[in-house]
């Protein structure tokens, strides 16, 4: 089976304004037909970064690639295939939903009406569409400006901060649409953020950067592999420090131990504490969150 190039790839792309360096040498592949998130800090560099991706700010080394077009050497090409809302959605309040996204398909080739109820009802603005968009709430708008951002069928949507200011529901409703997006679609979605939890819920793959450096890719949802895989697995021990001492290893919290086993390694591990005679009262699989693994990597608990 040939595998499918990715969507986009960022190769080496670094800015740098008089003798200060916001963006280095980032390199990344983003593949098709994923939810991709871009975690970090605040003032890590995602908006830097998705500013040269759309081409709002001038790359200082490196190129985009989006699907197989430069964004330095071909941008029309290149950003014809790209959807994208960065920082707030911009909308004329003074007129409806419907009429905004009319007055965006008359910009660009090939839209129909059809195409425009579609977009209305996969974003859920079916019921108030040919309302003012000043009477919108913000997650309404947000909607609104992905309804706007996938009219032409870009094969990208790019999404910075999309969550910002939103509440719960609103966060919910968005993560639901930009899932659905890739199914229906085929859209690949590249999201910003800086909040750990939603990120998680919300995307396939995370890229997390920190000053202005790319520290770490990781897979979160990876429903075609079947492999047996180590876990954390907590054991909660009458003598931790004994444990650790007659296994050579693990992390000692309160009165349990931390070891990252296979499946069969629990039941050995367990046989061999109890013949040294350390009483085992519970044994437990440990899901490290998207947080723990950040908070590890970045050796930070300055999240946002």
Do not use: W
Request: hydrophobic fraction near 40%; glycine fraction near 8%.
């Amino acid at each position: 089976m040939q595998q499918q190039q990715p969507v986009v790839r960022l190769e080496g792309v670094t800015k740098k304004v008089s003798s200060k360096t916001l963006v280095e040498n980032v390199t990344l592949s983003i593949p098709p037909g994923q939810v991709f998130g871009f975690l970090g800090p605040n003032g890590a560099g995602k908006t830097t970064t998705i500013r040269m991706m759309v081409g709002l700010t001038s790359i200082t080394q490196g190129d985009v690639i989006i699907d197989g077009i430069s964004i330095k050497n071909q941008f029309e090409q290149a950003i014809i295939n790209v959807g994208a809302i960065v920082e707030n959605p911009e909308m004329y309040k003074f007129l409806t939903g419907y009429q905004n996204l009319r007055h965006f398909a008359r910009m660009m080739s090939g839209i129909t009406d059809e195409r425009i109820h579609e977009v209305v009802q996969l974003v859920g603005l079916s019921k108030r569409i040919h309302e003012k968009v000043r009477t919108y709430s913000l997650g309404m708008r947000q909607r609104l400006g992905v309804a706007q951002a996938i009219l032409h069928r870009p094969k990208l949507l790019i999404l910075d901060e999309p969550t910002n200011g939103l509440d719960p529901q609103g966060i919910r409703d968005l993560r639901d649409y930009l899932r659905q997006l890739c199914r229906e679609e085929g859209t690949t979605v590249f999201v910003s953020s800086h909040l750990l939890s939603e990120m998680e819920l919300m995307c396939d793959s995370v890229a997390i950067i920190q000053n202005g450096r790319l520290i770490d890719v990781r897979v979160l949802k990876d429903e075609n592999s079947n492999e047996s895989t180590t876990a954390d697995v907590a054991f909660e021990v009458d003598q931790p420090q004994q444990m650790v001492d007659i296994l050579g290893m693990g992390i000692i919290r309160d009165q349990t131990v931390i070891l990252q086993l296979g499946k069969e390694d629990i039941a050995v591990t367990n046989a061999r504490l109890v013949q040294s005679g350390i009483k085992v009262y519970g044994i437990e699989t440990v899901t490290r969150s998207l947080e723990d693994q950040f908070l590890e990597m970045t050796g930070s608990d300055q999240i946002g």
